[in-house]
C-alpha cells in the first residue's frame, strides 16, 4: 500500500471514529458520567484525578515549594530562550543560504510521517498529563481550589486538564500565580533530562548500522525481505567500521549508496540474517530502495535490536516533545502557560498598561511564529519527518 493510500485510509478512519463518537454522545446521557463531547474534543471530568492530586499535595510540601520556587527561575529562562530561538531562526529562514529549523503544526501524515505516531501519542500522553497535574498540585500548595480534572482527546491525542478556580487564582498573589503557571514546563523539562539522561546511560554511542523506516515496493532490499525497523549492520563492509562521529557515519553511507550501480551485487548483514541483493534496475537516488533511515545504535541490554529500536524512538520522539512542550509553552503567546507568566511580571510593575501590552505581546509573537511556519514551508515544503 502506498503512503497516500496509508495517509486516505488514516483520515478516512479518524472522521468515521469522531463521527461515530459525536453520534454517542448526543444519543447517551454521557454528561452524567462527567463526559463532554464536542467536534473533535472530548473531555472527562475525574472526581479520582482531582482528589489524587489534592493527595500528592498534602505530602512532602517543602519539596514542592522548591519545585514551584525553582520553576519560576527556570520559567524566566525558558521564555528568554523561545524568544530568542524563533527570532533566531525566523532570520535564518529569511537568509538564502542559511538552514532554519523547520517550524511547522504536528499533523500526522502531512509534517510527520504516520508510522512516528505510535510514540507520538505516547510521549505527549506523558507529556501534557504530568504539565496539567504539576498545575494542579502547585495550585493546592497555595491554597488555590480545584474546580476540575480529568483527561481528554483532542483529534487524535490524548491530554489532560487541570481547572483551578479562577476567582481564587486571581486572587492569590503574584509569586502564587507565576509558581502555578510556570511549573508544567519546569515539570517537562525535569521529563527531558531524565530522558536524555537515560539514553545516555542505556544506549553505547558508537552507532553500528542503520534502521531502516521505509522501503520502496519493488526494490532490490524489498524483494531480499528487508522491512520496516530492521537493521542492516553492514554492506559490502560500508558499516562495519562506523566510527564514533555520527554526521561522518551519515556521509560514508551516503556516499556509498550514492556510488551503487546496476550490475552491483551487495551482501547485507541484517537483523533478518545475511542478504544478498542483485541490483538490476537502479534510480540516481534510491538504488537500494531505501526511502528513509536512521542511524542505529545498540542498548546496553541484551533484548535484541527490535527492542533496542523501539526503545530508542520511543525516548527519541519523549526527547523531542517534552523539550517542546517546555520551551515553545512559555512563549508570551496566548494561550500558552509563557503569555500569562509575562503578563503577571508586568502588571506587579506596571499594572495600568499590562492589558494593552499583553494584546500587544500576543500580537507580535503570533506573527513571529506564523511568519516561522510560513518561511518554514516556503523553504522546506511540509516537511515529512
Request: proline share 5%; aromatic share 14%; net charge neutral.
Amino acid at each position: 500500500m502506498s503512503y497516500t493510500q496509508d495517509l486516505l485510509s488514516f483520515g478516512v478512519s479518524l472522521l468515521i471514529f469522531w463521527l461515530v463518537v459525536f453520534l454517542l454522545g448526543k444519543i447517551l446521557p454521557l454528561e452524567y458520567y462527567g463526559i463532554e463531547v464536542k467536534p473533535a474534543y472530548v473531555t472527562f471530568k475525574s472526581s479520582k484525578f482531582k482528589a489524587l492530586l489534592c493527595r500528592i499535595s498534602e505530602k512532602r510540601r517543602f519539596f514542592w515549594k522548591i519545585l514551584s520556587n525553582l520553576s519560576i527561575a527556570f520559567g524566566v529562562g525558558l521564555t528568554i530562550y523561545a524568544i530568542y530561538f524563533l527570532l533566531d531562526n525566523l532570520l535564518k529562514l529569511f537568509e538564502p543560504g542559511a538552514q532554519g529549523a523547520p517550524v511547522l503544526p504536528v499533523l500526522p501524515g502531512l509534517t510527520i510521517r504516520l508510522y512516528w505516531l505510535p510514540y507520538l501519542l505516547l510521549a505527549v500522553s506523558f507529556g501534557v498529563i504530568a504539565h496539567e497535574a504539576a498545575h494542579g498540585v502547585i495550585a493546592r500548595i497555595e491554597d488555590i481550589s480545584l474546580k476540575s480534572a480529568g483527561l481528554a482527546f483532542v483529534i487524535a491525542f490524548p491530554a489532560g486538564f487541570v481547572e483551578p478556580d479562577e476567582k481564587e487564582f486571581e486572587d492569590s498573589p503574584t509569586l502564587s500565580k507565576l509558581r502555578v503557571v510556570s511549573v508544567g514546563s519546569f515539570v517537562n523539562l525535569v521529563m527531558f533530562l531524565i530522558v536524555l539522561f537515560t539514553m545516555s546511560a542505556l544506549f553505547v554511542n558508537a552507532p553500528s548500522g542503520i534502521v531502516v523506516t521505509e522501503v520502496m515496493e519493488g526494490s532490490p532490499l524489498h524483494r531480499a525481505g528487508v522491512q520496516p525497523w530492521d537493521v542492516i549492520y553492514d554492506i559490502n563492509g560500508t558499516l562495519r567500521d562506523m566510527g564514533y562521529n555520527t554526521g561522518e557515519a551519515l556521509q560514508n553511507l551516503t556516499r556509498f549508496i550514492a556510488s551503487v550501480t546496476p550490475g552491483n551485487t551487495l551482501e547485507l548483514a541484517t537483523s533478518r540474517g545475511v542478504r544478498w541483493i542483485a541490483i538490476q534496475n537502479s534510480t540516481r537516488e534510491k538504488p537500494l530502495g531505501i526511502l528513509s533511515y536512521w542511524i542505529y545504535y545498540p542498548s546496553r541490554t541484551a533484548f535484541g535490536s527490535f527492542f533496542d529500536v523501539q526503545l530508542w524512538f520511543t525516548l527519541f520522539w519523549g526527547q523531542i516533545v517534552y523539550s517542546s512542550l517546555a520551551i515553545l509553552n512559555m512563549l508570551p503567546l496566548f494561550p500558552f502557560d509563557g503569555e500569562k507568566f509575562v503578563f503577571y511580571m508586568i502588571k506587579r510593575f506596571a499594572k495600568e498598561r499590562s492589558e494593552e501590552l499583553r494584546i500587544i505581546l500576543s500580537a507580535v509573537f503570533l506573527g513571529i511564529i506564523a511568519g516561522n511556519m510560513i518561511l518554514s514551508f516556503i523553504k522546506h515544503g511540509p516537511f515529512l519527518f
